[in-house]
């Protein structure tokens, strides 16, 4: 893990701002991007979503299916049933 030394205080509903120098290095647009949260430990880890297949967990060529998301190899194979 890197430190960038940018330190942000919570507001009074526990918002923080995300700097713009970290939202443009790892191309997060504002209104657009979301962002999933995890924990580790005493650890809050925040990484920009990108949404993976319920099958396979891959995040290529996903299409919605009955509100579930599925990548092209996996719908080719529910084809076959």
């Known amino acids: 893990m890197k430190s ?40 809050i880890i925040l990484k920009k979503y990108a949404p993976n297949c319920i099958f396979c967990g891959s995040e290529d060529d996903i299409t919605d299916f009955k509100g579930k998301n599925v990548c092209k190899k996996c719908r080719k194979e529910m084809k076959r049933f």
Not at 7 to 29: A, C, F, H, T, W
């Open 4 to 43: 960038t030394g940018i330190v942000r205080p919570l507001d009074s509903v526990g918002r923080i701002v995300l700097p713009m120098e970290i939202r443009k290095q790892l191309n997060i647009v504002s209104n657009k991007d979301s962002l999933e949260i995890f924990t580790d430990g005493d650890k």
